[in-house]
């Protein structure tokens, strides 16, 4: 059977081997359960599926220790949100981590420390050769990644905080990521295991471990910003990254707008559309739904309280508090980083004294500068900045006894940093640029929380924070700043010193709702939810890896669909005498993308030697008007067209069209036309095709965007002005159509990927007619159906050609 598909089943055959094989999984040992505070297991429910957590760092912390085996004393970190999340998972859910040691422990690589952290904290760490490690990071990631995430563009060479984009550092980022994979496939059970993958330095790992376990249940979070698909597309690998998170069953964000960004990378650079069904976000991907979730990350509450009530704490607060009384005293804490503002902070704490006298000699910024967690001029830059504008701005406004920016860039004890927490009426968080930034909530519990404040009940607490933060959202009683306005900032901490009590009660208590109830735990148990319901189809779909590298990708399909395989096709083939070929063909004969839509010489010397067979019927199956297609397909005597989806049929060149008597009024289009041409007007690059059974708006020439909301509008108000008609509205591929009703009642199954069946009737050999579904499917609008109309020598063989997959009913 000769390849008529041209460039569809090129792709095909550069995919791997399908089915993949799923390497041996090696199973640990459970050790790892963790006991959770979430509800408990019936002891009758099946076992709790293993939970996998992959991150760029285990939840370790690793103190040098001479005397500890190793070298190093490890104790669990429970500052991170990948141990935090623990509290939300299913009670006896064992839990595995995956992820590279501290820094500090690199050198303590080994199988023994591997079975050791495995044995006592449910640790599997990944070995990264140190060189490696430090190109993945400090290069690729920190470098070039988490600024573009935070919107900055490395626009010169010697940019400050980004580098350009670097191959050599990308594949060193690609080696990383595979280096995790390695390290899944040696213990992962697909149809046991939940993965759940953290945050951008891992956005490779979908598409490795998509390759390797084909039926994977993969969740991934991104914790930074998704930036404006307009800074995501100057990426030059920016399509292996969306295709790497498309590969993930759950993509979770932070916030509507990053999830919005990543729908519309989504739609610009692959032309894939969403849906929304049921208050969940979908993405059609070959097959596969991926599922987009939104939600903030939040606190862990229990930690938080423990460190309140932890006595040191109490004595903490007390001292603070006394240090500070009779001044006004506002907190920040950020990380040494160049997104956090904290140079554009203390500018506009010199504001603040300059706009307003009365507050010299009294308001006080605290601010706690955690340890810069990347290296580089960037890092050495902000510090450097922060310290400088300090000393400025308390030369400028300190007296004896009064430093207006309490800068501590030193150690800081979690105990004496929940004190200034806890004493500060206001917080300020003004960072240009970050994923979510859960200092507000911190700040909202302990002010809540701190005994030791006396008996200021109810409590209070006013936020000033910037718009460009992933929790502004969530904090609707902040005063909401544009960071980049040092006057805007400043007013905003004078309106936060002046606030009434009463009010900043309100404030507080509107905070301290949401930050309780949506705690970390919350939001670990909904993603876990999320992911298993994404999942629930992986064991009755029947997948195909296709692709080549970073490009692999999995087709799903239902269980009565087959990959076209050469070697079923042609038994099938040369066995039948009478052979019915119906191909599609925009997307099958013709590549979709062509800007010459004619067949080309090719094609009709191909579908020639096909007619010339006498066992052979061939039609062109298309949505095409006849006139077009009657043109094009002039040299081929004896091809059959069935055109505008069965309206039409002609059984050769030479004989008549007939005509389908199941539409034959047409007085719809009256009403269906004004309406059609008024979005053309209102949406550039749109346009209608108007064809003698239907009425067709194509919008794949318009932004995609725009075009799609406005496909989206234009079905509903088609389906309201026409809901007496006798026609189908319906929504196809950069497409919004109108067809008669009967000429869609063909009789594709619920659950068929053949979206538009067209009744085609076909009278050969005495066989009575047969209805057939139309392979042109808006779903599938490149995949291939093949089936056998029986499985006798005299029936026909049915092949519909579209991307190499087949249905056999
Ligand atoms: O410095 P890295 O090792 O590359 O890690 C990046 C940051 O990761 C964590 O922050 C991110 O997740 C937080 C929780 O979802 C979110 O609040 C923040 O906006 C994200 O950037 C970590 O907490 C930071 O210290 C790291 O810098």
Known sequence: MPSLSCHNLLELAAADEAPLPSPTPLRLPRVMSVASPASPTSPSSPAPLRRVIVSHRLPLRAAPDPAAPFGFAFTVDSGTVAYQLRSGLTANAPVLHIGTLPAVAAEAASDELSNYLLANFSCLPVYLPSDLHHRFYHGFCKHYLWPLLHYLLPLTPSSLG????????????????????????????????????????????????????????????????????????????????????????????????YARHFLSACSRLLGLDYQSKRGYIGIEYYGRTVTVKILPVGIDM??????????????????????????????????????????????????????????????????????????????????????????????????????????????????????????????VVSAVRDGLNRIPYIYTVLRQESDALGDDTPKRSVIVLSEFVGCSPSLSGAIRVNPWSVESVAEAMNAALRMPEAEQRLRHEKHYKYVSTHDVAYWARSFDQDLQRACKDHFSRRHWGIGFGMSFKVVALGPNFRRLSVEHIVPSYRRTENRLILLDYDGTVMPENSIDKAPSSEVISVLNRLCEDPKNRVFIVSGRGKDELSKWFAPCEKLGIAAEHGYFTRWSRDAPWETSSLAADFDWKKTAEPVMQLYTEATDGSSIEHKESALVWHHQEADP??????????????????????????????????????????????????????????????????????????????????????????????????NGFLEIE
């Not at 891992?202 to 307009?230: C, D, I, Q, Y």
């Not at 869609?744 to 067209?758: H, I, M, T, V």
């Open 705 to 802: 965007d725009f075009g799609s909301c406005q496909a989206k509008e234009l079905l509903d108000h088609l389906e309201n002005v026409l809901a007496n008609e006798p026609v189908v509205v319906k929504r196809g591929q950069h497409i919004v159509e109108v067809n008669p009703q009967r000429l869609n009642g063909g009789q594709c199954k619920a659950g068929d990927p053949l979206e538009r069946p067209l009744t085609c009737f076909v009278h050969a050999g005495g066989h009575p007619p047969q209805t057939i579904g139309n392979p042109k499917s808006q779903r599938w609008h490149t995949s291939t159906v093949v089936g056998e109309v029986g499985r006798k020598k005299s029936h026909y063989l049915m092949l519909a050609l579209i």
């Open 162 to 257: 980004g580098l350009p984009f670097q191959r050599t550092l990308y594949h060193s980022f690609l080696s990383a990521n595979r280096a995790f994979a390695d390290r899944l496939t040696e213990v992962l059970t697909p149809d046991e295991d939940l993965v759940w993958i953290h945050d951008y330095h891992l956005l490779a790992l979908p598409t490795f471990l998509r390759k390797r376990f084909p039926r994977a249940k993969v969740g991934f979070f991104l914790h930074s910003p998704f930036p404006s698909s307009e800074i995501f597309r100057t990426i030059p690998v920016r399509d292996d990254l969306v295709r790497a998170l498309l590969n993930a069953d759950l993509v979770g964000f932070h916030t509507f707008d």
């Open 302 to 427: 229990g930690q938080l309280r423990s460190v309140v009530s932890a006595p040191e704490t109490g004595d903490a607060v007390r001292r603070v508090t006394e240090a500070y009384k009779g001044r006004r005293l506002m907190i920040g804490v950020d990380d040494v980083d160049l997104f956090k503002g904290i140079g554009l902070k203390f500018l506009a704490m010199e504001q603040l004294l300059v706009d307003h006298p009365e507050l010299r000699g009294r308001a006080v910024l605290v601010q706690i500068a955690n340890p810069a967690r990347s290296e580089g001029r960037d890092v050495q830059g902000v510090q450097d900045e922060a310290r400088a504008i300090s000393a400025r701005v308390n030369a400028r406004f300190g007296t004896p006894g009064y430093t207006p920016i309490v800068l501590l860039d030193g150690p800081v004890t979690p105990q004496e940093k929940a004190a200034y927490y806890a004493a500060a009426e206001c917080c």
